[in-house]
């Protein structure tokens, strides 16, 4: 018995073992195949762990190599300090930090040497209290400055390095006899570090963010025209439900959700940005403000469209007949608001310019009219001959249906909402179009009085399809 109690005690410890053997390999072999997916998603990442690979593998060539480390001496680790925290993904962003740091650095170096010389000049006894105020004043002042908008935008991180660098050498050259040697070898090793990551930023597989900030704008653009076209489209199906079984096509719907969360990365790319040298398209003065101001457009169109998406999945549904009359209006203005958001994506991804763009804001305004006079003769329609879906809720008089008020308020607001966001795409289009005159976008090729002869043609057979109707 106390054999048989033996073995199975060390067979249950057997299997706990192997069970926490085996949950731990699962564990990790399902984080390799998260981390191999993301790798091979987006392959300029491993690329960039690459490149900050090979640059604190240069850097430390300084405190390996005898002859180097004799130049620079013990201070190189300032300069693998320099590669490990200036180091960033785009080439904007390592010369934001890089050149900050270098500035910060040799300012307050050159301040804290000053210091110190007045403050050795004074004698001993006035000494410490010389050293010590400038410390108050100029770090109080650093600390506020980054409190300035404009300075903490460009300068933030300059601020922060002046204010360490200014501390450390007031209070080291106290202390140490060789202050202005100590000095000299920290700005040197500074400028080491921060020229080896400029050099491996911008030459191995650059990142830019001018490049990056402009992909996020244009395919924002058209993930917000997808999502417009494709929400109206699907709630005018037909069934009076949005459908939403097909993931890929849920995920367009909900396009419009990237344009609306995208400010944070606008402002951080468009202030990185403004650091770079001219790069393929884009010169050194490229209006990058101006991207700001198209991302705000977008947002505010955004803004209505999820108020258009929230309007549509509402639980009152409209009535069949009334829904079949506004379709064909409601469908023809979110396909004209999709064309022009489409053509300015081909705008700024080509970087010329369209002469296609004001005949097809033309045509979404007439929509705008055709559907706005239709909702003016929506009381003409609010007695269905036929009946309504809900008997319950509608009141019968001569075999005629009066269709309640609160059945109708989805449609007024889904009309509203969709000439709203007509006016604020075109405050999209006067974004795109300052940013192709300020850029100097290509001019356009096109023959624009053939097409605007053909499109007026086709709004007067528009516009007398709808007298017609009236």
Known sequence: MANEKECGSVHGVYSRLQSLIASFLSKNWRFLEKAWKLGASEP????????????????????????????????????VMTVVVVFEYTVGATLYKCINRAT???????????????????????????????VFLLASAATFSRF??????????????????????????????????MAHNRVSTIVLGTSICICTSMLICPVW?????????????????????????????????????????????????????????????????????????FNFRHPWKQYLKIGAAMRNCSCCVESLSSCINSEI???????????????????????????????????????????????????????????????????SPHGSANDAKVETTSKQVIVPVIEIVPLATTISLL???????????????????LAEFKPATDNKPEQSQCVMDKTDDETMKVLQKV
């Not at 990237?258 to 770079?276: C, D, G, I, T």
């Open 419 to 437: 000439s709203e966001i007509a006016a604020r795409i075109e405050g999209i289009v006067d974004a795109v179009e300052d940013l192709a005159d």
């Open 317 to 383: 549904q409209i009535p069949e007949f009334l829904k079949k009359n506004f379709s064909e209006g409601c469908m023809r203005l979110s396909a004209h608001c999709s064309k022009v958001l489409k053509e300015l994506v081909v705008t700024m991804k080509t970087m010329t310019k369209s002469s296609t763009t004001d005949l097809l804001v033309e045509e979404m305004n007439f929509s705008v009219q055709e559907l706005q006079n239709a909702l003016k003769a929506l009381p003409n329609q609010l007695i």
């Open 209 to 281: 963010a001018g490049n990056e900030l402009h992909l996020l704008i244009y395919r924002n653009m058209e993930k917000l025209a997808d999502s417009l076209e494709g929400c109206v489209a699907e709630y005018f199906n037909g069934d009076g439900t949005v459908k939403t079984s097909d993931d890929d096509f849920s995920k367009k719907l909900q396009g419009y959700k990237f344009a609306l969360n995208s400010k944070a990365s606008e402002e951080s790319m468009a202030n990185f940005a403004r650091w770079e040298p001219a790069h393929g398209p």
């Open 104 to 134: 910060g650095t040799f300012l307050a170096g050159s301040l804290g040497i000053g210091v110190h010389w007045v403050a050795s000049q004074s004698g001993e006894k006035f000494e410490p209290i010389i050293a010590g105020i400038p």
């Open 44 to 79: 300029r990442k491993v690329i960039h762990c690459l490149k900050v690979g090979v640059a604190l593998s240069l850097v430390s060539l300084f405190y390996y190599m005898r002859p180097l480390y004799d130049g620079v001496g013990g201070t190189a680790m300032w300069a």
């Open 148 to 181: 300035i908008p404009s300075i903490k935008a460009r300068f933030d991180y300059g601020a922060m390095i002046f204010i360490l660098t200014f501390s450390l050498v007031s209070v080291a050259g106290y202390r140490v006899e060789k202050l202005f040697e």
